[in-house]
């Protein structure tokens, strides 16, 4: 099939994206302190030619609990802001655009290391899966402090000069710790019966960020239905319940989803082919990023555990794009272990596209 959908450029508010491919944020724990260093300046400068947009892996925002790991960088401190200024001159330096994805992993299991928070890991009912504790339950000063740290993060990503801002809210950390009715249990307005109601907190956070930067400047929100803690879990179990969950956070500020799964191509519900970010736009009407094993065998969660992948075909993700499901196309490990890879994919040079490893992990190639 033609790649032309592909490399077809991107305009929308701040965003000017040579082509349709965006790097997908990836936890590398390289920022010692929490201070990008130059070296991580230099892993994104080397794939600013390539990708349309690069998305930083998550950063930090300024709450004592954010991160389990105290190599995940900071978006928030004199010298982690200067390590993320050094990040993004270089990025624009090298042609390329990008967006710091601002994070909070509120409860999540201990850091392999030993290394602990100087405060308990904090969330929306001291739960980290259901039933079993695992940290603190967030007071109203406490969520009310979390929002603002949000917004005031957004700043500084306009401040430092970067093209947009995306807000973690997948994968079972804080935000969709809340989205969680398994873990979320609160009996106020952080809580509820149901999707919209437990959004709450999540509608603050993108309010704060909106007005921190603007109108004009592009708010990314990444979602997702699984979590690390569950995979099966499915907050939105029809499009109707897609379409009242998402809905409020188009006209609270989001511009993009970005929609999380394992598979890209697996449909999201039953009697149609649509997967959550062709699902996302068709309910909204905003543009939407793909993402999840494109362009390799395995899916990502087996890939952290050993599980080697190879290069597969992209038909598929073409098919969909041209057919208008979705905007943007999210490449996660096979940008990761190989800087080339998108004009690898360009030019048809398929033989000489790399597998990826857990070695690659290893290093900031």
Sequence with gaps: MSLDTLFRPFEYKSLRLKNRIVMAPM??????????TPAVASYYRRRAPEAGLIISEGTVVDRPASSNDPAIPHFHGEQALAGWKHVID???????????QIWHMGIVA???????????????????????AGGVAMSECDIADTITAFGRAAAETKRLGFDAVEIHGAHGYLIDQFFWAGVNKRQDRYGGATLPERSRFAIEVVRAVRSAVGEDF?????????????????????????????????????????????????????????????????????????????GLSGEFIAAFQGESSRPDPLDELIRR???????????????????????????????????????ALATLS
């Design 218 to 294: 592009a708010v990314i929100l990444r979602l997702s239905q699984w979590k690390q803690q569950d995979f099966a879990v499915k907050l939105a179990r029809t499009p109707d319940e897609i379409a009242a969950w998402l809905n409020p956070f188009a006209e609270a500020g989001v511009d993009i989803f970005h929609c999380s799964q394992r598979r890209f191509w697996q449909p999201e519900f039953e009697g149609s082919d649509l997967n959550f970010a062709g699902w996302a736009k068709k309910l909204t009407g905003k543009p939407s990023i793909t993402v999840g094993s494109v």
């Design 110 to 132: 201990p850091h392999a290391s030993g290394w602990k928070p100087p405060t308990p890991m904090e969330g929306p009912s001291g739960f980290v899966l259901p039933g079993e």
């Design 90 to 100: 270089d990025v624009h330096a090298a042609g390329g655009a990008m967006a710091p």
């Design 27 to 36: 936890t590398r724990s390289f920022s010692p302190g929490g201070v990008p």
């Design 321 to 359: 794009l041209t057919r208008g499901d979705f905007d943007l196309v999210a490449v996660g490990r096979a940008m990761l272990s190989d800087p080339h890879w998108v004009s690898k994919i360009r030019e048809g040079r398929h033989e000489h596209l790399k597998d990826f490893t857990r070695e």
